[in-house]
């Protein structure tokens, strides 16, 4: 894959990421008990659970995409983005568009969904 396209996939990673956490850190916020009294004696020790709360306060799905999209940039850094896991062919360009994440091709991905491929 060329540079340019790594770069746009990169970007759309990276933003997808930012909407997920900026969609959290809202719903957190809505929920409110977090640092209620408004006394944050030790900011790292905040941090912490904060991150924690965070990602235990989202759902399954969503945290499964951050992991993808985490592994995705990964791969981006190690050169092997858009090759399928399983086979190595080259993933779709129209399905990594639509799903920058994806890990396998088509025909790999329907394997998956079938049960049919080791992970
Ligand atoms: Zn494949």
Known sequence: ??????KQFEKLLKAK??????????KLQRSGDAGADGALDS??????????EFWYSMSDGDRQIMRLID????RIADGTFGECIHCEKPIQKKR?????WARHCVECQELQERGRLEE
Not at 17 to 26: D, N, S
Request: glycine residues 0%; without cysteine; charged residues 35%.
């Open 17 to 26: 990421r930012t909407e997920l956490q900026a969609a959290y850190l809202e």
């Open 96 to 100: 990594l568009e639509a799903v920058p």
């Open 1 to 6: 894959m060329d540079k340019k396209s790594l």
């Open 43 to 52: 900011a790292d020790e905040a941090s912490a659970n904060y991150n924690k």
């Open 71 to 74: 592994e995705a940039l990964r």
